[in-house]
């Protein structure tokens, strides 16, 4: 990567912890720079790039897209980013050999992951929130009937189409994408547990109290590492 980012942090949770938001909420806070992997696979596949054209080879096919393109989206953003005064990972490395990786690449450049926080919450309020997300069969707007419901009950405010709930969304569906998630990243969390890099922050509450559990968690990290003897 040309140029060192002075910061590099990544931010962990479940599916409906809230962790798209937060990222961005965080990362604008911080002066850190967003990088989420879900973003990238949008614009490369939207763009028909090289990388976005690889990828819709597997998903076309209903397949997981390889560590290796992922790996490359995310290195090669990071690389545009040059010298930012810091940058946030959201949704990447989502398991231990992207996270390996990841590290691999940082340490050709002296470079390291700072800290990683590991947004939690119950289960059960994951599928609350999770099984709570409804579409609209028109337009296709979504909306959640937790966290941000429609005006209309059942209607969308955009067209006035009916709202309907997906398959995948239905609470036994959403247990099943948990066990999963849970079964990926717990690798994951193990690894930078064991480097002392990682924190778990509550995600129950308002956005702006998760958002505040964040900040303070970074900003003790930031204090943490200014004390410390340099690498």
Known sequence: MSG????????????GAGKGTQAKLVAEATNLRHISSGDLFRHHLS????L???????MSKGFLVPDDVTINMVLEEMRKAGAASGLMLDGFPRNLTQAQRLDAALDQ?????DS??????????????????LVCRQCKATYNSVTAPSKKPGLCDACGGQLYQRDDDKPESVRTRLKVYESETR?????????GKLTEVDAAGSVEDVQRRLLRTLDSFRKTQSRAPSR
Request: glycine share 10%.
């Open 52 to 58: 976005g054209k690889k990828a819709n080879e597997f």
């Open 47 to 50: 763009q028909g790039t090289p």
């Open 187 to 195: 690798p994951l969390v193990d690894y930078y547990r064991r480097q």
């Open 4 to 15: 060192k980012a002075s910061r590099i942090v990544i931010l962990l949770g479940p599916p």
């Open 109 to 113: 450049q002296g470079q390291a992951v």
């Open 116 to 133: 990683a926080l590991l947004m939690t919450l119950p289960v059960d309020e994951l599928v609350k929130r999770l099984s709570g997300r």
